[in-house]
């Protein structure tokens, strides 16, 4: 299954997006099906590591996981959320959703809304877009200037080496989808009334800088990946989609290897006070 | 299965919790494998339900429910968020732990930290520990002077109201265990070194305050209830305590009957865009 994380993890160097095939299921052989039932296995290996990392958190330890979803509109960050993150239990799970930033956070550096979703110690955080939006919808759509925008790139990897020095694995995603599935996926969600409230017709205005949201992610994938990698994955099929992201959640958590603290106690005293115990009425 | 959540639910009037079997399963003739079973047939219409009330918040709506889940050490709310908040698509869920309060905390008022963690329109929002600590450790362990103690039954009750009346249901719930049963999963804890982490010595002191603690809930659920009602679930049975919480959510989210909001734009002309258009390269 690590051959998925293999194929779906960017090294140094430029980046390509168009170059990297969105239906494609890179490092895996199964289907559909067979995916379908490998995520769904690595829910009690996915459960007991988070619990240890929790555990780990709630007796002094430090380290938490940080999963950043990236990806342009339909590219399946709903998805990955409910059927992925979804394996967790969620009391050790802190979800944020970023949105255009309000006047009170634009009023502050771009990270400082960031720095206040951190995941604490023990936990498992997601961010469902993130700081990345300032280099990518920011740069395309002109919403700072550009020594500003340039400034962001390292800001970000100096930000992020400080999460990794400080105990946060940091596991960044991208969704990638074609303008033609995206396409396909709008007209999904015209036609049917339970998906009308995720649309927007502005979703279809964006579509007019397709070129220029996909270079602006690769010059982001390729100025920011020095203290974090960035995963590229293909989501046209949302079944690969959904096992890559567990797949890299899964190794993350692996690498840290949480174990169970010891006790801080004394076991054999603390069962005598118990049995002891004139029993409370 | 209604009839569980008519079972638990306080009138008004003095609350006799000596006189509620903890070990009971009030409301349903099932045993543990129909009651696991009823929970899991549940899934899908609470996560419709779920997805529509988070689609009404998405689209202008206000409304949002509340779990507030007290009880005392040991009886389960870590597992009841874990088996029954666990049945939501997590993006739409946002739990809060309350711990003892910090310094800053503590130089507000006590419904300041709770203000702060409400749920956002469209959100099922999760207290694990609440307000209420505020009038059961706090009156037992005296953190505070009897006449502020007092002071918060109405200020709570004032609060709700005003949730209540911005469109939160608020569902409140503590479950129920006997001092017995609390002895013997302490026990558990400390003869499973996967379990020594969540063991803390202050547990047994807590058990020579376990009347005072009864008393401190009884006050607190005969004064409280005007806003919204409380549950006393009998959790000595962790399949039950599952069980009832989910009926209770099930009941509430029902009872909102959240609509697939309409478009607000003309969705024949958005198709038209989209399949008319230049696509993008």
Aim: proline residues 6%; hydrophobic residues 40%; charged residues 30%.
């Amino acid at each position: 299954m690590s051959s998925i994380a293999d194929a779906v993890r960017l090294g140094p160097g430029p980046v390509d997006l168009a170059a990297i095939d969105t239906d494609a299921a890179p490092g895996y052989d199964g289907d559909k099906v067979s995916g379908a039932a490998d995520l769904e296995a690595m829910r009690d290996e996915l459960a007991e590591l988070q619990e240890r990392l929790f555990a780990e958190g709630k007796t002094g330890g430090r380290r938490s996981v940080l999963l950043v979803l990236q990806g342009m509109d339909t590219s399946g960050k709903g998805g990955t959320l409910r059927h992925t993150v979804g394996l967790f239990d969620p009391q050790g799970v802190r979800i944020t959703s970023f949105k255009a930033p309000t006047e009170e956070e634009r009023s502050h550096d771009f990270l400082w809304r960031v720095e206040r979703a951190l995941p604490e110690p023990g936990y498992v955080g997601v961010f469902d877009r993130s700081h990345y939006e300032d280099v990518l919808i920011a740069r395309v759509r002109e919403l700072a200037p550009a020594d500003e925008i340039e400034r962001r790139y390292d800001a970000i990897v100096d930000f992020e080496q400080r999460l990794v020095d400080g105990g946060t694995t940091v596991v960044k995603c991208m969704l990638h989808v074609s303008a033609a599935e995206q396409r396909k996926r709008l007209l999904a969600r015209l036609g049917d009334p339970t998906k009308f409230w995720k649309f927007n017709p502005g979703d279809i205005d964006e579509r007019a800088y397709w070129a220029a949201y996909q270079q602006a992610y690769e010059v982001a994938l390729e100025r920011t990946g020095q203290a974090a990698p960035w995963h590229v994955i293909p989501a046209d099929k949302k079944w690969f989609r959904n096992l890559a992201v567990g797949t890299l959640l899964l190794e993350a958590l692996r690498g840290l290897d949480p174990q169970w603290p010891a006790a801080d106690f004394d076991v054999a005293e603390q069962r005598a006070r118990l049995e002891d115990e004139a029993p409370p009425r």
